[in-house]
């Protein structure tokens, strides 16, 4: 395997690591396409392209195996292969591809290409005869962002910028000479700003590419690059102005030979033709991707990070002037420094929240860079099943935080798979029940509030609530009794416990219960939830909602028992007023009717069934909305709303999973963040009678004080 050295080509390759993952999603799509349309030459063209572009990156960065394997590759999608072959061939080459890179990285040994070398060899001699290969005489440079932009400024002089191909007589028997002859004619015509191949590799080329910045005509180009037993023929291409932006040099020259403008010896300039394929209209869709190279940097992540964790602190500060100025402003009423005071906080507070959102949105990107992966996923699964699938994506654009990005990508991926093997039919199935043959899963995501909402639905055959009670009962989660009083939204929540399928024999694919209690657990460490709807026969949803940044939020501050605890704001639905004799119990539980609907009751401080005290005080009910169920929070008093930066507690710090986090206020006091999610799973777990007698309301019971930096723990929140 190719040594992984540290010198100086070290952050070269960790940029080809990067960059390569984006071609092989490209090569993804591209396979994609030409699966379902075999005939389309524009997918074979781009798959060659980005084949290319790969092959030469990894021949610089000293990946030779990579660099050799896709040299034979773009062999066989050069000639007039069979293109039924020709997608099996490219998901095979991505996913080699990948574990190479993957064995790069880490120094591990090569994964086998014999299998890729074999579907090569099998296409290839499926090409008519005469036209298996094709690709020394059409091989596409690519030229570097330096050459492209030397054109440009060569162009801003008022030259012109020339692509020349001269083709090597088959007779000369000396091409190293030959090349230096060419480029020394070619200097006399103009400034020769790039040559391929470079020094070192002409003798086994069969032609000879060259950019020139030149003043003279393509005729004139022409006559000085014909020498005799030497160059056998010349192709003079005019590139386009600024071929550094719109339409570069790279993307007229990459079409290959189909789509290639008319060679000559002699003739009027020929303006390069670019092929128009999905990368290209993914590119029109995001005006960002226009942006010129030189204004994109590469930032470590981190650096990201370090920056939000300043901004926070800033928060911090602006919160503790604040309170300071708050302080000072009753004594000093008529004192004109107040109101200068007032206007520089004011002033400081909105450039603080302007720097707070462009700092955020460095960190946000497009779902897009999500979604793309999931058709390939869709396409390998419903193989395996026997199903027919069709992956629709939409709001792509929307924006969300990378490390939210990065770490739904597991729950939204057992999301798929389960879509696509207990969800979508088998195709008589759908048939019989007056669907097309094919199914669709389609993955959406939208803004919502303060939230980010990602859709995964799909049209197949909906979840048997019947069949999940009863596998409930089967295996020992709910007793008969219990079951029989779930709602069918209780019910299908239920789906989400640990080790619960309702399948009936494990398979490589699922039935093991591992899965969706994944998806759960991952939202509510994110803060975020998990809701499901189900249509018996039409289909399933499954909805998760995110918040926009795990850094800072809006939160409602409350009081229980005088102990000071937050919620995000976007979680409260209203705030409603009421007294002690104003709860009923029912079955145990505490609830409220409001409105005309009744309202479960989590109580946050005294057991329930405690005596009610004789004044029947005045309670705060927060009515809180935890995926399509509403429930109520009782709590002391209300203490305001405050943007909080959210610290992280780790395990030695905190031993319960009821609080998310922590922050600190203007005045010192640290504030305990609620994971409602928890509190509400919590809460729903709870029985009545079961555990001491005691009620939901012991879990954020004041314990004696505990000694100093001793952890937090549901017996002393």
Not at 100 to 108: D, N, P, V
Not at 191 to 196: I, K, Q, T, W
């Amino acid at each position: 395997m190719t040594p992984f050295s540290d010198g100086p080509g070290r952050e070269l390759r960790e940029l080809f690591f990067e960059t390569s993952q984006e071609l092989l999603q490209l090569m993804n799509e591209q396979a994609l396409k030409l699966e379902k349309d075999p005939a389309n030459r524009e997918a074979i063209q781009e798959l060659r392209r980005l084949v290319h572009t790969l092959k030469g990156d990894a021949a610089a960065t000293g990946f030779h195996e990579l660099s050799e394997l896709s040299h034979q590759l773009e062999d066989a999608l050069a000639g007039d292969a069979v293109a039924l072959k020709l997608a099996d061939v490219a998901f095979t080459a991505a996913d080699l591809f990948a574990a190479m890179l993957e064995a790069y990285r880490s120094g591990s040994p090569l994964p086998a290409a014999a299998p890729l070398q074999e579907l090569v060899q099998e296409v290839v001699k499926a090409a008519p005869s005469g036209q298996k290969t094709r690709v020394p005489e059409a091989a596409v440079p690519l030229w570097t962002e330096y050459e492209l932009l030397s054109v440009q400024e060569a162009q801003s002089r008022g030259l012109s910028g020339c692509h020349i191909r001269a083709v090597v007589d088959p007779r000369c028997a000396m091409p190293i000479a030959g090349r230096q002859l060419l480029l020394q004619a070619l200097a006399e015509a103009g400034e020769v700003l790039a040559v391929r191949p470079e020094p070192g590799s002409a003798a086994s080329v069969k032609s000879i590419d060259v950019l020139l910045a030149s003043g003279k005509s393509s005729d004139e180009i022409a006559r000085k690059c014909r020498i005799p037993t030497v160059i056998s023929q010349v192709h003079v291409e005019t590139l386009a102005a600024n071929p550094a932006k719109s339409a570069t040099a790279n993307d007229a020259l990459t079409a290959g030979p189909e789509a290639k403008a008319p060679s000559h010896e002699q003739g009027a300039p020929v303006a390069p033709q670019k092929v128009q394929g999905s990368s290209a209209e993914s590119h029109n869709r995001n005006p960002e991707a226009h942006a010129h190279p030189e204004n994109i940097l590469r930032v470590d992540a981190e650096r990201i990070d370090n920056m939000i964790s300043l901004v926070g602190e800033l928060i911090i500060g602006k919160s503790m002037l604040q309170q300071a100025l708050n302080e000072f402003a009753p004594r000093s009423q008529k004192d004109p420094m107040r109101l200068r005071f007032g206007d520089i906080i004011a002033f400081q507070s909105r450039a603080l929240n302007d720097l707070q959102r462009a700092v955020m949105k460095v960190r946000m990107v497009p779902v897009e860079q999500l979604f793309r992966r999931f058709p390939r996923l869709a396409r390998d699964v419903a193989k395996l099943c026997g199903r027919e699938v069709e992956v629709v994506l939409q709001g792509e654009d929307t924006d969300l935080d990378k490390s939210l990005l990065d770490t739904i990508a597991e729950p939204i991926t057992h999301l798929v798979r389960n879509a696509v093997s207990h969800g979508i039919e088998p195709a008589d199935e759908r048939i019989r029940a007056g669907k097309p043959a094919q199914g669709t899963i389609c993955l959406n995501a939208y803004h919502q509030g303060n939230q980010v909402v990602v859709e995964i639905s799909d049209d197949g055959r909906g979840i048997d609530t019947r069949r999940v009670r009863s596998c409930a009962i089967e295996r020992g989660v709910l007793s008969p009794e219990a079951a029989a009083h779930l709602s069918e939204s209780e019910v299908l929540e239920l789906i989400f416990r640990p080790g619960f399928s309702t399948a009936e024999q494990i398979t490589e694919i699922s039935g093991r219960g591992v899965g969706l209690d994944v998806v759960e657990s991952v939202l509510n460490r994110l803060k975020g939830a998990v809701e499901v709807e189900s249509d018996p026969g039409k289909g399933t949803r499954f909805r998760l909602r995110l918040p926009l940044t795990l850094a800072i939020i809006q939160a409602l501050l409350f009081r229980v028992q005088r102990q000071l605890y937050a919620i995000p704001l976007n979680a409260v639905a209203e705030i409603s007023r009421g007294r002690e004799s104003d709860l009923h119990l029912v079955e145990g539980r505490e609830v409220l009717q409001l409105r005309g609907q009744v309202l479960p009751i989590i109580r946050l401080g005294r057991p329930v069934g405690e005596p009610v005290p004789q004044n029947d005080p005045k309670i705060f009910v927060l009515v809180v909305a935890v995926g399509e169920r509403r429930f109520g929070l009782l709590v002391d008093e209300l203490a305001g709303e405050e943007e909080l930066v959210i610290k992280p507690l780790d395990d030695q710090t905190v031993e319960t999973n009821l609080v998310s986090g922590a922050s600190i206020l203007g005045d010192g006091r640290v504030v305990l963040i609620l994971n409602l999610s928890a509190v509400v799973e919590r809460f729903s777990k709870w029985r009545p009678g079961v555990g001491a007698g005691h009620g939901f309301g012991l879990l954020l019971s004041p314990a004696p004080p505990s000694p100093q930096n001793a952890p937090v723990t549901e017996a002393n929140l």
